[in-house]
């Protein structure tokens, strides 16, 4: 059972601004770096943002990412079909033995 | 490049075993903490295990502790997950992961294909 709770699906029009929330507690989010995960259709998760706000090396910067207290928004500008896809953030929660948390995921679709 | 490759996922019934394996290259593996993840069918994403790089620390998600064992041989470059008294509800999507250890927290770069274990009789 997830501790990070997400929206189950945002949808908007190519070339359009999505936003998908993450919340938490203090125990995860409020005292630890959030990631974001996308997985697209049939594939393995991939990771798009780290540190809260971090991009790896080779992901466009129309994927941003942002934290405040124990919730955590993962934003995505100029919207393409190709990022349909699931999302999800994750942290490490220090009052579960150490576990690391993922959020209950969102699906984005492109209308 | 960083390649992460899962094997031994299958079908076993309910009580049997399974040991997963995950072969890494393109990296110096003994640098990294390593996890395992999996993903029930339509389902999300949950963190099963970690390793640290040396295998001294290791922490196990409650719907598994006691049944599953992880592992890893830093001289084969390679993960394992030993899974005993499979339940059908460990029936997902199983990933290896590496994890970038930091202060406060960690992240997971470079996921494998997964490997689809299924529990049923």
């Known amino acids: 059972q997830s501790v990070l709770t997400q929206p189950p699906s945002v949808s908007a029009a190519p070339g359009q601004k999505v936003t998908i929330s993450c919340s938490g507690s203090s125990s995860n989010i409020g005292n630890n770096y959030v990631s974001w995960y996308q997985q697209l259709p049939g594939t393995a998760p991939k990771l798009l943002i780290y540190?809260?706000?971090k991009r790896p090396s080779g992901i466009p910067d129309r994927f941003s990412g942002s934290k405040s207290g124990t919730s955590a928004t993962l934003g995505i500008t100029g919207l393409q079909t190709g990022d349909e896809a699931d999302y999800y953030c994750?942290?490490?929660?220090?009052?579960?033995?150490?576990?690391?948390?993922f959020g209950t995921g969102t699906k984005v679709t492109v209308l | 490049q960083v390649q992460l490759v899962e094997s031994g996922g299958g079908l076993v019934k309910p009580g049997g075993s399974l040991r997963l394996s995950c072969a890494a290259s393109?990296?110096?593996?003994?640098?990294?903490?390593m996890s395992w993840i999996r993903q029930a069918p339509g389902k999300g994403l949950e963190w099963v295990s970690y390793?640290?790089?040396?295998?001294?620390?290791?922490y196990y998600a409650d719907s598994v502790k006691g049944r599953f064992t992880i592992s890893r041989d830093n001289a084969k470059n390679s993960l394992y997950l030993q899974m005993n008294s499979l339940r059908a509800e460990d029936t997902a999507v199983y990933y290896c992961?590496?994890?970038?250890?930091?202060?406060?927290?960690?992240?997971?770069?470079?996921w494998g294909q997964g490997t689809l274990v299924t529990v049923s009789s």
């Open positions: 393109g990296f110096t593996f003994s640098d990294y903490y």
């Open positions: 994750g942290t490490w929660d220090s009052s579960l033995s150490a576990n690391y948390v």
């Open positions: 390793i640290s790089s040396s295998g001294s620390t290791i």
């Open positions: 540190d809260n706000n």
């Open positions: 992961a590496r994890e970038m250890r930091e202060l406060l927290g960690g992240y997971f770069d470079y």
